[in-house]
């Protein structure tokens, strides 16, 4: 059994950490009623024995003793972590997996990348060290950021160079919230484009979120109970914007809703979970990333509520695949649909045959556009542990050209400062921070772009097959 180990810098992150953990310590209550530490729980937690002390060993099996996140949680400000500290999962995170400062980032991409990142470079390294050695088998670093502030965007990218650079063999899944074009901090379009180019060069793979998509997501089922269209067939407190049963109290943000989608949850479900059709998470990597630097994949999550029912109809069933490739669905705000895909990927959990799978995507096929050299770019995965409270989900991870307006929109808002020189200063008085880092941040940027519009010329051109070895008789 492998393991991962989550990452959680920035506020952002850290808030969008604690729904994961939450809802991670959920899902394995609804399944391993005995309390025994399993492979599964393995998977997240450590088992420690505290009775002689916090410091005390790692039990592999029997009783839970202690679970304990398989987490670093890094702010350059107090706030979140300590709300953390004292809130109902103070006992799953430690002393020694913290990493905070007081004085916060400013919103600077520099301070979080440049300065933060030398002060604590070794601090960092350590944790990440001691926390990988009570792995039997890690497998991956899950890092959960946004790219609008500056420790997110500009520590979290330092972070993320550190792991290439000491754990080279181990995946890196980056979890970005983007910021939307009215966010409240003027320099995230330069916090955001310079963490683009640290992303485009040591990711595996990068999973955007933007808030704005969650916040349409959210009216959009709001708008629908209003309406009285979900009717009796949605249980009570079951939509992904509830937080019903869950520790956090308090006014619910676009990205508890995000979280509430169990995203990281169903992409290492195969890897917890028994299921007929297993997938690793060195699978999606494999499969999906054709390209290095095109390693964008688009999530969307369905169904957004649980039934009432718990035998699925395969109508209801073919619906839930039909909205996985709606832009309705989508947590970034894009269309996958009508742009080009490079690969595909349906986790499904649940009471899902392969049959089932098999048939839908059939059905499917004719109306997505796949690359002519990828026509049977699909893989799959089935996982018979359903979420809580849900009978069945699915999770689509895209690689699409559909990101490529996201990253336009990044572009061109960050052109608007860029031209006049506003704000710069802020970032240039950072020793190491020089204009170059500027440049070509936009420039790699551009490139990205590029590739995308390439594969989109492709787009609906004349299919061949390729010409096949000739062997002489």
């Known amino acids: 059994m492998t393991q991962s180990v989550v990452v959680q810098v920035g506020q952002c992150g850290n808030q969008v950490g604690c729904r994961f953990w939450d809802l991670a310590l959920r899902e394995h209550a609804a399944v391993n009623k005995k309390g025994i530490y399993d492979e599964a729980l393995s998977s997240f937690f450590r088992n420690v ?17 202690s679970l304990k996140a398989r987490a670093l949680l890094i702010d350059m400000e107090e706030g979140v972590v300590n709300e953390i500290l004292q809130g109902p999962l103070r006992d799953v995170f430690d002393s020694k997996q913290l990493i905070t400062d007081v004085s916060g980032s400013g919103n600077n991409w520099a301070v979080g990348h440049k300065l933060y990142g030398c002060q604590y470079q070794e601090s960092i390294m350590e944790k990440l060290r001691k926390t990988a050695e009570h792995c039997d088998c890690l497998q991956c670093f899950f890092i959960i950021h946004s790219m609008g502030g500056g420790t997110g965007s ?21 979890t970005s919230v983007y910021p939307s074009g009215e966010d409240d901090v003027i320099t995230s379009p330069y916090n955001s484009v310079l ?39 949605v ?24 979280n509430n989608k169990k995203k990281m949850l169903n992409l290492t479900s195969s890897a917890r979970f028994e299921g007929s059709l297993n997938m690793d998470l060195n699978e999606i990597s494999m499969n999906l990333v054709p390209f290095p630097r095109l390693h964008y994949l688009v999530s969307s999550l369905t169904p957004l509520y649980t039934l009432a029912d718990v035998n699925v109809p395969s109508r209801r069933l073919d619906q839930m695949f039909s909205d996985a490739f709606s ?23 649940g009471n899902v045959q392969v049959s089932d799978l098999r048939r839908n995507i059939e059905r499917l096929k004719p109306s997505l556009h796949f690359v002519s050299w990828n026509q049977e770019g699909w893989k799959t995965g089935l996982c018979s542990v359903p979420p809580v409270g849900h009978s069945h989900s699915l999770l689509a991870l895209a690689n699409n050209t559909c990101v490529k307006p996201t990253f336009i929109g990044l572009k061109d808002r960050f052109m608007k400062l860029y ?49 096949r070895l000739k062997i002489a008789v």
């Open 235 to 258: 249980k009570q407190n079951s939509l992904v914007t509830s937080s019903a049963g869950s520790a956090k109290t308090g006014p619910e943000k676009p990205f508890d809703a995000m």
């Open 419 to 467: 031209k006049k020189k506003a704000h710069l200063h802020h970032y240039l008085h950072i020793d190491g921070m020089e204009q170059s880092c500027f440049s070509e941040a936009v420039s790699s940027l551009s490139d990205l772009i590029e590739e995308y519009s390439e594969l989109d010329a492709t787009k609906g051109g004349p299919q061949t097959d390729p010409s």
């Open 327 to 349: 832009r309705d669905h989508q947590l970034i705000q894009a269309d996958p649909k009508h742009s080009l895909y490079l690969a595909c990927a349906l986790l499904v959990r």
């Open 154 to 174: 500009g520590l979290g990218t330092f972070v993320l160079n550190l792991l290439e650079d000491e754990f080279p063999e181990v995946y890196r899944f980056v």
């Open 195 to 233: 963490a683009m180019k640290e992303l485009n060069e040591h990711a595996d793979c990068v999973l955007p979120i933007e808030n704005e998509s969650l916040f349409d997501i959210v009216n959009k089922i709001h708008q629908m109970i209003n309406s009285g269209k979900l009717g009796s067939t």
């Open 49 to 65: 024995d505290t009775r002689s002390g916090s410091d005390g060993p790692d039990i592999s099996k029997g009783k839970i003793c």
